[in-house]
Nanobody, 112 residues
Framework: QVQLVESGGGLVGPGGSLRLSCAAS????????MGWYRQAPGNERELVAT???????NYADFVKGRFTISRGATRNTVFLQMKTLTPEDTAVYYC??????WGQGTQVTVSS
């Protein structure tokens, strides 16, 4: 059973940056579509960004211009560069691999 493992979350001040990483536990496993979702307390899980192995990307309106999603050279890694973070970005961020694979989540907290 392949697992997705996230890293890179943490505490950062407003205006700061973080880079999230996600990799599949089995290197032979590959995904055409990978992405990031987030869930803040009391809210539903929402799409942040997705990227195909061919380079097509899709972003939620609330992160356009601030976040950048990218794929690694292999088809089982995905990254999320986050800049100009605000307290509203505080959430658990989940890696996603289509179809239906989820990571355990990594906490991102933006606070002074």
């Amino acid at each position: 059973q392949v697992q997705l493992v996230e890293s890179g979350g943490g505490l950062v001040g407003p205006g700061g940056s973080l880079r999230l990483s996600c990799a599949a536990s089995a290197s032979i496993f590959s995904f055409n579509v990978m992405g990031w979702y987030r869930q803040a307390p009391g809210n539903e899980r929402e799409l942040v960004a997705t990227a195909t192995s061919g380079g097509t990307t899709n972003y939620a309106d609330f992160v356009k211009g601030r976040f950048t999603i990218s794929r690694g050279a292999t088809r089982n890694t995905v990254f999320l560069q986050m800049k100009t973070l605000t307290p509203e970005d505080t959430a658990v961020y989940y890696c996603y691999g289509a179809p239906g694979y989820w990571g355990q989540g990594t906490q991102v907290t933006v606070s002074s």
